[in-house]
């Protein structure tokens, strides 16, 4: 028998202008068996997605330069591509008025690393 | 000239608040014994309005007011003595008069002088017979007709007095409800909407609201409105210049009083603009901050209107009370944005913490102290959530407690009873982070480490020598045989620290499981 099995990782997106932020979530979500493509924007993430179908889950931040931030971003996940699962993350609380996009799921920052890798782990499944 | 003084006899008129009001014993007794003194079958209480004459009481007359040009009363008016016409029908100045040439047929008139304090002649009592008296009153009836005259001004004038003090008292007590309303309210527009309606139902005018000016008072932008059935709405953004030579008052900081739109020399011009919108009477009163007019008390009457001089005193307090209140309301929301951007920032730099502590750490091959400083770290935040919903200020005992339960998980197995106390920020956070060791112990050692274990939390305020003491009675059952520990780690010298970090803390290992009282004083655990 000749080549080795590839064994498929789910990729996760993780968008989050904080580099440190970054790195520990990317860490994080690698570290728990998954790929990971790390942007630092919104319109980086979406560029992403327009190129990789592989895209399982979005993890992202709600503050963020550059005009669209993480609720615009799950906003056209959902509507653009469906079957993406969502973790929206912040420091501020969820923005009262504002519904949750479907198979989305908020985290208020600092968040606990268990709670977000079995999210993943659900999503994923 | 006679123009003008009939505006301010007008004037004097109103400020009277007669017009239009029910009959009255006091001058219908005038009235009888007028028409008894003269012999006449008709007398009258006759007031000059602008356009009309109006009668506060009669006898023998089945009009209570006639157009002001049928009026005998208004010849010679400024004339301070009795108006004595012999024959109608042969006066120039009264042989056209539908009174006299048609069914009425008034023959004869005399009528003396109602003359207020202040000077101004503002009617007459008068007697009227249906034949010509050529002879007329004699002298003893002129001057009872003169003194009764001078009755019915005096009652007049008394009858204003008592009406003003009642009329103070209403708007007094209007004030009063305008306060607390302000008081209660933590939004501008529910505060200028509650204050409108109290002003206009008081007032009984057809609009009331209130608006902030532009830095140069050009414009003003007004909040929700109070309005009478039928009235529309002015909220929004207005051009004083639009509706006349109104923005230099404004602008100066003295009150617009405007009785009648259609004549007032600043709107004469466009009243057009004005009655658009439903306003022939108004008031504007202005609110003055550091020289400048930075808002609007304004009041909209539907008719003319004369505005009495308590009614302006108490449209002037009403504005001062909600700039007052608008400015703390305002001062409060921009307090609470700043605590929501200090709290967000404090947020990040937790999660930055994280982040750092997380790849600090990374290659420890113990992972126990690792995930401990990082629960700790949210427990922390926790209690930061709960201080931020008020405002930084205090946070309940219950609500911080359930946080942290909520963070480690087990909320099912934790049961809560105590009333409310309030814990300042310092005491919130150290609260937190004791309950959260607590917690952790119970789930690693203590009672939540095996099925069937629980806790009990309860907490009471008790009277003691020192003062008010809270405490905090922390009870495991249901768990694992309970051993104490050897040496003393982190985590217990945390729980140590106590309530409100100064100690007070008592550990018991009892068999059944762990026990803690903690205690502090209440005052120590306001401190912010």
């Known amino acids: 028998m000749i080549g080795t099995a590839i064994i498929e990782r789910p990729v996760v997106l993780v968008v989050e202008d904080e580099p440190l932020l970054r790195l520990f979530a990317t860490d994080m979500i690698e570290d728990a068996g998954f790929a990971v493509i790390d942007v630092g924007s919104a319109s980086a993430a979406i560029a992403v997605l327009e190129r990789r179908p592989d895209i399982?889950?979005?993890?992202?931040?709600?503050?963020?330069?550059?005009?669209?931030?993480?609720?615009?971003?799950?906003?056209?996940?959902?509507?653009?591509?469906?079957?993406?699962?969502?973790?929206?993350?912040?420091?501020?609380?969820?923005?009262?008025?504002?519904?949750?996009?479907?198979?989305?799921?908020?985290?208020?920052?600092?968040?606990?690393q268990d709670r977000v890798i079995s999210t993943i782990q659900q999503m994923a499944a | 000239m006679a123009d003008d003084k009939d505006a301010r006899r007008a004037e004097a008129l109103a400020r009277l608040l007669v017009l239009d009001t029910p009959e009255e014993q006091a001058f219908d007794d005038i009235v009888f014994i007028a028409s008894q003194t003269c012999d006449a079958p008709i007398a009258l209480i006759s007031l000059l309005d602008s356009d009309r004459q109006w009668f506060k009481a009669r006898i023998g007359l089945d009009v209570s007011e006639t157009p002001i040009h049928q009026s005998v009363c208004r010849l010679d008016i400024d004339d301070p003595g009795v108006l004595e016409v012999a024959d109608l029908t042969a006066d120039m100045r009264t042989n056209d008069n539908p009174l006299v040439t048609g069914d009425r047929a008034f023959r004869y008139y005399a009528g003396a002088p109602l003359t207020l304090r202040s000077g101004e002649i503002v009617g007459r009592l008068c007697v009227i017979d249906t034949e010509a008296r050529p002879g007329g009153l004699s002298d003893t009836q002129k001057t009872l007709l003169n003194a009764l005259a001078r009755q019915a001004s005096d009652h007049l004038e008394l009858r204003r007095i008592a009406r003003g003090s009642e009329r103070l008292a209403e708007l007094q007590t209007a004030l009063v409800q305008i306060g607390e309303s302000i008081r209660n309210s933590h939004d501008v527009q529910a505060m200028t909407r509650a204050a409108s309606a109290i002003v206009g139902a008081v007032l009984q005018v057809s609009r009331a609201g209130f608006g902030s000016v532009d830095e140069d008072v050009r414009h003003i932008d007004v909040e929700p409105d109070w309005t009478a059935p039928g009235t529309a709405s002015i909220a929004g953004r207005h051009r004083f210049e639009d509706y006349g030579a109104i923005r230099d008052h404004l602008v100066r900081g003295e009150p617009l009083v405007i009785e009648n739109v259609l004549t007032d020399p600043r709107t004469i011009d466009n009243p057009g603009a004005m009655t658009a919108i439903g306003v022939h009477a108004l008031v504007n009163m202005p609110v003055r901050q550091h020289g400048r007019t930075v808002a609007v008390l304004i009041v909209n009457a539907a008719a003319r209107r004369i505005w009495q001089p308590e009614e302006l005193t108490f449209l002037r307090s009403v504005a001062d009370r909600l700039e007052a209140g608008v400015s703390r309301v305002r001062a409060e929301q921009q307090q609470e944005m700043?605590?929501?951007?200090?709290?967000?920032?404090?947020?990040?730099?937790?999660?930055?913490?994280?982040?750092?502590?997380?790849?600090?750490?990374?290659?420890?091959?113990?992972?126990?102290?690792?995930?401990?400083?990082?629960?700790?770290?949210?427990?922390?935040?926790?209690?930061?959530?709960?201080?931020?919903?008020?405002?930084?200020?205090?946070?309940?005992?219950?609500?911080?407690?359930?946080?942290?339960?909520?963070?480690?998980?087990?909320?099912?197995?934790?049961?809560?009873?105590?009333?409310?106390?309030?814990?300042?920020?310092?005491?919130?956070?150290?609260?937190?982070?004791?309950m959260h060791e607590l917690m952790t112990n119970a789930c690693k050692y203590g009672a939540l480490c095996q099925t069937g274990g629980h806790v009990e939390v309860n907490w009471a305020v008790e009277t003691t020598q020192a003062g008010d003491e809270l405490v905090v009675r922390w009870r495991e059952t249901g768990g694992p045989p309970v051993i104490a520990p050897s040496r003393r780690g982190f985590g217990s010298k945390l729980v140590r620290l106590g309530l409100a970090g100064t100690g007070g803390v008592d550990l018991r290992f009892e068999p059944d499981g762990l026990q803690a009282d903690l205690r502090a004083s209440v005052r120590q655990l306001a401190q912010t």
């Not at chain 2, 947020?347 to 401990?372: C, F, G, H, Y």
């Not at chain 2, 909520?406 to 909320?411: I, K, L, P, Q």
């Not at chain 2, 105590?418 to 982070?433: I, N, T, Y």
Request: hydrophobic share 45%.
């Open chain 2, 338 to 434: 700043l605590n929501g951007e200090i709290a967000h920032r404090l947020k990040n730099m937790l999660s930055m913490v994280q982040a750092i502590a997380s790849q600090t750490l990374r290659d420890v091959p113990d992972r126990r102290p690792v995930e401990s400083f990082e629960q700790r770290l949210m427990a922390l935040s926790a209690a930061h959530d709960v201080l931020l919903q008020k405002s930084w200020t205090d946070a309940d005992l219950r609500v911080v407690a359930e946080a942290v339960v909520e963070a480690v998980g087990f909320s099912d197995r934790v049961h809560m009873d105590g009333p409310e106390v309030a814990l300042g920020s310092r005491a919130a956070l150290s609260f937190s982070l004791v």
């Open chain 1, 56 to 112: 399982r889950i979005v993890f992202t931040d709600i503050d963020m330069p550059g005009g669209i931030d993480g609720i615009k971003l799950a906003a056209c996940v959902r509507d653009r591509w469906p079957p993406i699962k969502i973790i929206i993350t912040s420091e501020k609380p969820w923005p009262t008025g504002v519904t949750l996009p479907t198979d989305a799921i908020f985290f208020s920052k600092p968040y606990r």
